[in-house]
């Protein structure tokens, strides 16, 4: 038997309503996108298009002299490579150490459970500061390694508060009660059952810990001492920071040296496009494989704190 479904006819109101959202959507996209879209242009276009303002749609005497002066600096491999280990491994530890906590706050037979959730909201409100966390890192040994960048974040209230709520909403007593009964104990239920069931949660986290570890400078500014160690952040802000001192220095009367350094300064904004890109590409690939996680994750762990 063959089934038939008719066509629902759509309103005026409803025809219109659609449209407005849509033009307001669209407005609202190129907002947003264009900014991103004229970074790349630009780190592609001639230094000198880049200064005068010839660059708005589309780029202008295509050359990569931009991303040949960035590679140009040895330190700049390495200070990727040292970005990657140090985002890999922070959001492992920060996995390890916020799923356990998030589960833990999140089963109501937990005794200490309402003590210890407003120890940690505490810690949202009131803070250390600068000076005290550089006097503990340095006096816990921590100083000039990679664990300085590490372990002082290694959990994030607001991120072990969402888990929990996730926690709370999709993995409920009674199915530990199920397994309890066949004699599973709380630790084979989480790695063996929960953990499973929150894939979405476990990709918002990823995304959220590995954006940070990966964007993060000023940390490795305070306790970073040995430049073999630095992360990419850091080492491009270096490179930024020298060009600009040899544009000061290269200051003269004469016109030849003005133009010089005219080129110069075109060169060190065009590199600041590139450096952006640089550092924006591991976030690109790593957000595409775990979009359809992401917005399930975030809404399903923030409806209730």
Known sequence: MQTTTKKVKRSREDVIFDSIIFVVLTVIFLI????????????????????????????????FRGYQEVFKDSRIMKSFLNS???TACGTLINLAVTLPTAYALSRSKFVLKKFVTTFYLITMFIGGGMIPTYLVVQKTGLLDTMWSLIIPGALGVYNMIVA????????????????????CSHARFFFSIALPLSGAIIAIMVLYYGV??????????????TEEKFPLQLILRSILVQNEAQLGQAASTSVAAREAAQRQRELVELMKYSLIIISSIPVLILYPL???HFVKGVMIGSVKG
Request: charged letters at 15%; hydrophobic letters at 50%; zero cysteines.
């Open 212 to 225: 940070g570890h990966w964007n993060a400078y000023f940390n490795a500014l305070l306790y970073m001492q």
């Open 290 to 292: 775990i979009q359809k």
């Open 164 to 183: 929990r709520t996730f926690f709370q909403q999709n993995i409920s007593e009674e199915l530990y009660e199920a397994a309890e009964i066949d004699g």
């Open 84 to 86: 990657v280990f140090y």
């Open 32 to 63: 947003v996108a264009y900014p991103l879209y004229f970074i790349i242009i630009s780190s592609i276009s001639a230094p000198e298009a880049v200064a005068g303002g010839k660059v708005v749609l589309l780029p202008v005497d295509i050359n």
